[in-house]
């Protein structure tokens, strides 16, 4: 039989660390014809799907998850067409309140034969391992947050508490540093536990520091250099901020308008209108977290009024005339936004009223990013 006249086979794969429950549905059946569940080995994967390929053409897909691209990568190689599934658009019946394994299989090859399921853009191996160091940095700063609140407690239950000024400034730091030598006001067993919770906050700014360092020597590499050089022209990103949308969003341009991206990131509103009536809520918060959180911090400047200071005016030295034309004209957009929605709405509010306005502009600048050759999938 020829390749043109081949029945095609759509796969739906329930995918879990220790196994993978298959729902093969070819095309014409009503209902998937079998459904499997293999350990999860790539191997037993490959002949199952080898047995399959001989009655049809294959097109799998599962869902993204902690599974990653794996699975995806080796079955591209293998020859096969496999789909990666943003779960937060798979259409679901409110009346079913059934869900297994198999169900779950059963499903995803259902609705993507009806080409009901939107696939995620799979990065290149070196685009996730950038991203995964863009990443880590991040967790380090939560996990200084952490520290820092560990310190201030356990100060606050024994009596200590720095009222001369802001937490965490020089001299806040001095003080603690006081409290840590060896004529500490604390007790022995005190001084121990506040000694370790310093030594573990030193830590994390240490390593921190250490994750900054590498995120600039891979800024500077030419797939992200010139991306990173346009989002620093505006107000409220600078080199780490940049680099998460830069790793985060990669091709800016598979945004064919705004409000897709805005949707993306989760900053659009929730809605529940009939007729007449017209109910909106808080935003979905169902995109990428990450490029939501620095996009909300950078609204926060938008607060001031219009002005192009020293730092960001050695950010935007030689790049684009129209790139920092724009950038200008977000600033008087955006800080009138915010105002505006300040004066009658909470301040929190308007912040991310000003981040969903501020992708527009990201957007349009963005997708005039001239094409760089593809990220490589390995670093050999």
């Not at 940095?137 to 939560?142: L, N, V």
Request: glycine share 6%; hydrophobic share 40%; net charge positive.
């Amino acid at each position: 039989m020829s390749s043109t006249t081949r029945s095609i086979i759509t796969l739906g794969m329930d995918v879990h660390k220790d196994s993978i429950t298959l729902a093969v549905l070819p095309d014409g059946a009503p209902a998937p014809t079998r459904v499997d569940q293999l350990p999860n080995d790539l191997g037993k994967l490959r002949r199952y799907c080898d047995r399959l390929a001989e009655q049809g053409e294959l097109r799998a897909c599962y869902e993204a998850s902690g599974a990653g691209y794996v699975l995806q990568r080796e079955m591209r190689q293998w020859g096969y067409v496999c789909d990666v599934i943003a779960p937060s658009l798979i259409p679901i019946k409110p009346g079913v309140q059934r869900k297994h394994d198999k169900h779950d299989a059963v499903q995803l090859a259902r609705l993507h034969r009806a080409g009901e399921l939107t696939a995620v853009r799979i990065p290149s191996e070196l685009e996730e391992r950038v991203r995964d160091v863009v990443r880590c940095r991040e967790t380090f700063q939560h996990e200084i947050l952490k520290s820092r609140h560990y310190i201030l407690k356990f100060l606050a239950r024994r009596g200590f508490v720095y009222r001369d000024g802001q937490n965490w400034s020089l001299k806040h730091l001095a003080w603690l540093r006081t409290l840590a030598a060896v004529s500490t006001p604390l007790a022995r067993e005190d001084a121990l536990v506040f000694r370790e919770y310093l030594s573990l906050l030193d830590y994390k700014i240490g390593r921190r520091d250490e994750l900054d360092r590498e995120i600039t020597t891979l800024a500077a590499l030419p797939e992200y250099a010139p991306a990173v050089s346009w989002l620093q022209c505006f107000r409220g990103f600078q080199l780490h901020s940049a680099m998460v949308l830069a790793t985060e969003i990669v091709d800016w341009r598979r945004f064919a308008r705004p409000t897709q991206l805005m949707a993306y990131l989760g900053l659009v509103s929730r809605e529940s209108s009939t007729g007449p009536r017209e109910r909106k809520g808080s935003i979905t918060k169902a995109g990428n977290s990450h490029c939501r959180h620095v996009l909300v911090q950078a609204a926060w400047s938008y607060r001031h009024r219009p002005q192009v200071g020293t730092h960001l005016k050695a950010r935007q030295q030689g790049q684009p005339a129209a790139v920092v034309t724009h950038a200008w004209k977000a600033q008087h957009r955006l800080h009138k936004l915010y105002t505006h929605l300040a004066y009658r709405k909470q301040p929190k509010i308007a912040a991310v009223a000003v981040a969903r306005e501020l992708v527009g502009f990201l957007w349009a600048v963005m997708r005039e990013l001239p094409q760089t050759d593809p990220i490589p999938t390995s670093t050999s």
